[in-house]
């Protein structure tokens, strides 16, 4: 197959990447932040799409990785970093040219865009030839580049722009100003009095002096006396000046479709790769997941919640991280404990790898093995809507029906404290009902509850809780470990909020 992309090996995926817009579950996952903090700073690529598009086939997960492995040699990167300022400076040529009016001028621009085109391919061919490369990617693109370089198209191009550089910049006049006109005309070699009045000007010159010159402004835009001259200049040169215009003519096509997007692509990696290594000099661990589309046991040591962490790290907080584990049919977790004890926050996380996953993306732990999903879906707290005319627990259980409706065994659905607006029988109730449904569609999911009797509903469930510090309930650690559910730390936390313990009961009754 033909090399044409170093993020897709299927043609059709790239399409569906153009047309892809933000997934429903971003805001819950806090991917939104996450992605608006990669992307930053690179909106001419318009990369978003590309991390709204997640992968469907673990060969192109793999593909990723070995690109992204590549692509952590920093000399690598600063070749490829220099070759992405020159397109840069490349599109800005070219949309100079097409805000300029004069003729010449446009031309000129355009002409300057070819030439930094011709030396960022040169540039970069030569770099991926010399550079240590093992993914296939990138091995492919150094073919493809090593093959259009030597193509009649590019030699052809290289050579036309370098004899017309060379002509243009050989070009000499001298301008003659009379009074309110002026005469151009090619240079005869014709004295340069400029060395003899600064000489003779040198003995007046009285040590560092204040400058009074007044800095004028130098818009790209010629002025009518500039066009003047040039028009003249034109004339004089008549035959390089056509041969400039047919150039522009015949080369309007001359970007490679192929390396335009590659272009755009290899943003994807390095603004990914740059947003992390902040992560990474704080000492936190990155890893590349074992992916499965069929094997449902997942895992991961040391993950943690990738917005939250880069919050954190910017304020010089710590951050807190997690192992968790299922294994053989266990498919549910089950997370209790106080409120403000990181449930949330774990629900996030396991959303979060699987969905970077998908990406080809490194995930936050040092070891992790994920699942290839077919479908993500959330179901966090909403505000109630007025035109809805629905109220809360009639929206969740709508929500809820719209879900597993979708859902297939190959999903994970993420659900944080459904049912809190009912009474706790209903909620039990409920509750069992849609985690049975979960159950039997054999789906991954992660259920965030302050229903203890959930985590012991099944050996498909599998029970985690929020921990505390021992002597002192009310701190939270942060930590969600793999433990039954007993309700203790909540009740504990719940009582410490309202001020109904032993000892603050004790405190009253005395006073």
Request: proline share 3%; charged share 25%.
């Amino acid at each position: 197959m033909a090399f044409h992309s170093i993020l897709f090996l299927k043609n059709n995926d790239d399409i569906k990447a153009a047309e892809s817009e933000m997934p429903a579950f971003f805001g819950d996952l806090n991917l939104d932040q996450i992605i608006d903090a990669v992307t930053a700073g690179k909106e001419e690529y318009n990369l978003k799409p590309l991390f709204y598009t997640p992968l469907n086939d673990i060969a192109t997960i793999e593909y990723r990785h070995e690109i992204m492995r590549d692509l952590e040699n920093n000399t690598v990167v600063e070749r490829i970093s220099s070759f992405a300022q020159k397109m840069r400076t490349m599109r800005s040529h070219l949309a100079l040219a097409n805000e300029l009016r004069y003729k010449y001028q446009k031309e000129r621009w355009f002409f300057d865009a070819v030439e930094i085109y011709c030396s960022a391919v040169d540039s970069l061919t030569h770099d991926l030839t010399s550079a240590r490369l093992t993914s296939h990617g990138l091995l492919a693109l150094r073919d493809y580049l090593t093959s259009y370089t030597s193509s009649i198209r590019f030699t052809s191009l290289s050579a036309e722009t370098e004899k017309l550089k060379a002509d243009l910049s050989a070009i000499r006049y001298s301008v003659l100003i009379k009074g309110n006109g002026f005469k151009v005309c090619k240079y005869e070699s014709e004295i340069d009095y400029s060395a003899e009045v600064e000489e003779i000007f040198e003995k007046f010159k009285q040590g560092a002096v204040k400058d009074y010159r007044v800095q004028f402004a130098d818009p790209p835009d010629m002025n009518y006396v500039e066009e003047k001259v040039l028009g003249f200049v034109a004339q004089l040169y008549s035959d390089i000046f056509s041969r400039l215009e047919n150039y522009c003519n015949n080369n309007d096509t001359y970007l490679d479709e192929t390396i335009r997007v590659v272009d755009r692509e290899l943003q994807f990696y390095i603004a990914y790769l740059d947003y992390i290594a902040t992560l990474k000099q704080e000492g936190l661990k990155f890893c590349y997941p074992k992916i499965s589309g069929t094997n449902k046991a997942v895992s991961v040591d040391e993950g943690f919640d990738l917005a939250l962490a880069y919050k954190l790290t910017e304020e010089n907080s710590p951050v807190v991280c997690n192992d968790f584990y299922l294994k053989n049919n266990e498919r549910i977790f089950v997370v209790s404990g106080p409120n403000q004890g990181g449930k949330t926050t774990f629900a996030r996380t396991f959303g979060q790898l699987h969905y970077l996953a998908s990406l080809g993306c490194p995930v936050p732990g040092r070891e992790a093995q994920l699942f290839l999903f077919d479908l993500l879906f959330t179901h966090f707290e909403k505000e109630e809507h007025i035109e809805t005319l629905r109220g809360k627990l009639e929206n969740d259980l709508v929500r809820i029906h719209a879900i597993l409706d979708q859902a297939t065994p190959n999903s994970i659905i993420i659900m944080n404290e459904i049912f809190t607006s009912t009474t706790l029988k209903d909620a039990i109730f409920l509750s069992k009902q849609i985690l049975k449904k979960i159950m039997h569609l054999d789906v991954l999911c992660v259920c965030v509850t302050f229903i203890d009797e959930l985590a012991s509903l099944s050996k498909k469930t599998v029970s985690m809780v929020s921990s505390v510090v021992p002597e002192n309930p009310a701190q939270r650690t942060f930590k969600v470990v793999r433990k039954p559910a007993d309700g203790l730390a909540y009740a504990r936390s719940i009582a410490e909020k309202y001020r109904i313990t032993y000892d603050y009961l004790r405190e009253r009754i005395k006073s």
